[in-house]
């Protein structure tokens, strides 16, 4: 099947729709497998288009590839991740998405595919998280991968937190405004990401 050519970006944002998600499987090299009506809405492909394509065909060239690299390091050892990812439109607009992962295993615990959900992560988690994109990919470009993981590492380190705990305060920042004590109270008792993906 022929690749996909990734079209130049262009600085407009979809902007997505919150009580929707965007589903897709892909198999563990990456190659989609399926995609949900919203996705194909939302990137603007075709669906004959998207199933055989590798999944990176949407990853916005902003993002910096330690992300990815962790997020598959993780996922082909059955851990989830729960990854804030700026994607690519067909049209060259991007798109922020929060994503949770179902990894499927056989019998002899092998990874056999990727189920992925992805929502619209709040505002203000963008703005943050986008800021330290930044720096990581600022950092690829002059030394290397290697050496914006090493700042990544140091960057949690500093925090106490692993990535998912970092991307989990952040989103909760904003909730915390969202909600009066007495809606909090409840809304504790559960993980951000399980209200999101519930």
């Given at each position: 099947?022929?690749?996909l ?15 929707k998600?965007i589903?897709?499987?892909?198999n563990p ?6 995609a ?5 809405e ?5 669906e004959?288009?998207?199933i ?9 060239p902003d ?10 390091e993780?996922l082909?050892?059955k851990?989830?991740?729960h ?14 998405v929060i994503?949770?992962?179902d ?12 189920f ?12 943050i998280i986008?800021?330290l ?15 914006a993981e090493?700042y990544?590492?140091?960057f949690?380190?500093e925090?106490?937190?692993?990535y ?7 989103c909760?920042?904003e ?12 809304h504790?008792r ?9």
């Open positions: 099947m022929k690749v050519r990734r079209p130049e970006p262009i600085n407009v944002e979809i902007v997505l729709d919150s009580k998600t589903m897709s499987k892909t090299k990456g190659i989609i497998e399926y949900n009506d919203y996705f194909m939302i990137c603007g492909y075709e004959h288009e998207l055989g394509q590798p999944h990176n065909v949407i990853r916005h993002m910096p590839k330690v992300i990815f690299k962790w997020l598959w993780h082909l050892a851990k989830n991740i990854a804030l990812v700026k994607n690519l439109a067909k049209d060259g607009r991007y798109y922020w994503t949770d992962f990894v499927k295993v056989d019998d002899q615990g092998e990874v056999t595919s990727l992925a959900r992805r929502k619209a992560p709040p505002r203000e988690t963008i703005e986008d800021g994109y930044q720096k990581l990919f600022s950092i690829e470009q002059a030394s290397g991968v290697t050496i090493k990544l590492i140091g949690l380190e925090k106490g937190m692993t998912n705990q970092y991307i989990e305060e952040i909760e920042q909730e915390k405004t969202s909600y009066n004590p007495k809606e909090l109270q409840y504790k559960r993980t951000v990401f399980s209200r999101m993906f519930r």
